[in-house]
């Protein structure tokens, strides 16, 4: 209506990169947030230019720390100030916040599960360190993003292309993995009993870091001749007309560095008489 007094418009609340806590919807995690990550950031730096040592381990490990909280803080307080503005189609922290946020906080759940690992006497980059790894990332990841942005309302698992699978999806997929065990349980028999044979069969022409030298046959002309032999019988020889063929090339292989290692001198001669000199 004319003459009416107009309504005062609202002030523009600030954005993320703005320090401020004037206009701010949570004020307390924005601070927490800006904090907490500056310095993490900075105790990272120092604990990396500190060059190692248990109190550099001790001084990245809390710098993780701060920095997982200052992140997740910084992603919520960022969400809290979408929601308040009432005007934008996403009410959430941003992607990439929650995804930096899980990073840190990965590494830290891969330190805490790394522990009893170390305990048990099991390798931590062996196939069950590598399993409970890629297993830790991937609840974190679902955690934050369900404390983030799930639980807080601005998506849902559905808008987000997570459904529940129905029950013949589920029948599927158990009857695939039924068939898939046997297979991939022959599989990996036959791959162990194929890498025990061929660490005795190598081992003659390939020294190990221990070994000063080798005299054997050539384990890559065996992979030739096996080839070749392959070879023929899909071009339509029958097996059993095939000649039975001995190694006929033997291979001296030296390793001077672990004589070296070992206080032992080689002779010239012997080096010059070497097939292949390696180490």
């Known amino acids: ?7 005062p418009s609202r002030p523009a609340r600030p954005g993320t990169a703005t320090f401020t806590i004037e206009g701010r919807a949570a004020p307390a995690l924005f601070v927490i947030g800006w904090l907490a990550s500056v310095g993490g950031l900075a105790l990272i730096a120092i604990a990396v230019l500190a060059g190692g040592g248990l109190w550099a381990t001790v001084l990245l490990v809390i710098a993780l720390v701060l920095l997982s909280v200052g992140l997740v803080a910084a992603a919520g307080s960022q969400g809290m100030e979408r929601r308040a503005r009432e005007r934008l189609p996403y009410r959430g922290p941003s992607p990439f916040l929650v995804f930096a946020a899980a990073i840190p906080v990965s590494i830290l759940a891969v330190i805490v599960l790394s522990i009893p690992l170390l305990a048990l006497s099991v390798p931590v ?15 974190v990841y679902v955690g934050l993003v369900r ?11 559905r808008a987000m ?8 999806a589920i029948m599927q997929f158990g009857g695939g993995a039924l068939w898939a065990v046997p297979v991939a349980s022959v599989l990996c028999t036959s791959a162990a009993m194929l890498g025990h ?18 005299y054997g046959v050539d384990v890559g002309e065996h992979y030739r001749r096996a080839a070749t032999l392959a070879h023929r019988i899909l071009k339509g020889a029958k097996p ?19 004589a070296l290692a070992l ?3 080689l002779p010239k001669s012997l ?3 070497a097939n292949r000199v390696v180490g």
């Open 197 to 214: 044979e061929g660490s005795h069969r190598s081992f003659s022409a390939s020294p190990t870091r221990n070994a000063i030298l080798t």
């Open 240 to 258: 059993g007309s095939l000649p039975v063929e001995t190694p006929k090339r033997l291979e001296l292989v030296v390793n001077p560095k672990a």
């Open 125 to 139: 980059d062996g196939p069950v360190g590598a399993l409970l790894s890629v297993s830790a990332q991937a609840v």
């Open 147 to 157: 404390l983030l942005v799930v639980d807080t309302g601005a998506l849902d698992w």
């Open 161 to 168: 292309g997570v459904v529940v699978p129905d029950r013949r």
């Open 271 to 273: 080096l010059k008489q």
């Open 263 to 265: 206080g032992i001198a």
């Open 1 to 7: 209506m004319p003459g009416a007094p107009s309504e």
